[in-house]
């Protein structure tokens, strides 16, 4: 992919917190999972989170424990989740570019490293995770919730995206209510224009007015950021350019 016209170059230092289930993958990887290996009675307490009666910290800590199987059962589902057109290249892109990119999810981390060891992929990354209980049950942990969480989420985006503040700009790529909190504080927001409509991140943003693109694969995402920041170059690139 060329790119061509740069702008201007970015600040000092450019961060890029990206969600998971439904952004970098063509589906939500824990519907399919609940959908697959869960007491169907997971789709009413989808519904209460949907009509906003529960955050997504009750929701998926109720739904988590109608999970039933083995873990191989879980790997042969995420094995079937397909990722978006152009997220390896963003990948390479970002490290080319010297982008911090960093996975934020209130998905599952094990489906998160599984997909990501698919596509020999390391990238840094915050999750929920799952821990096996008695008779074969699932529960839930959340190792980056807050209970001060606004909007009572599984993994607060807010507090897990401010670890690593500072100057940083931060771009924040999502679609879903999960993202809202943190696309709010960014200074550029991505949000997924899907295939069946606009994002709940997308209509939020345009509702609030954020500096806000929409995308649909991430060749679109690569294409605005290297709009605006298309003159960045690491030291050695710009020697190796003089």
Known sequence: MAYRDPVRTPPLHLRILCDFDGTITREDVTDALLD?????????????????????????????SLLRGEPSDFD?????????????????????????????????????????????????????????????????????????????????????????GGDAFTVVIGDGRSDICVAGAADLVFAKDGRSGPSPLLRHAREQRLHVEPFRTFYDVMAGLERRFGGARRPEERQAAS
């Open 36 to 64: 697959a290996c869960a007491d169907p009675a997971w789709a009413e307490i989808e519904e209460l989170w949907t009509a906003g009666a529960i955050g997504s910290r009750e929701c998926l800590t109720r739904q988590a």
């Open 76 to 164: 042969a589902i995420i094995d079937e989740i397909q990722v978006e057109a152009g997220f390896t290249e963003f990948v390479a892109y970002c490290s080319l570019r010297g982008f911090r990119l960093e996975i934020v999810s209130d998905g599952l981390d094990h489906a998160i490293r599984r997909i990501l060891q698919r596509l020999a992929l390391t990238i840094p990354f915050r999750a929920n995770g799952l821990a096996r209980g008695v008779e074969g049950s699932w529960a839930l942990r959340t190792p980056h919730s807050d209970p001060g969480c606004a909007a009572d989420a599984a993994h607060c985006k807010c507090r897990s995206g401010a670890a690593f």
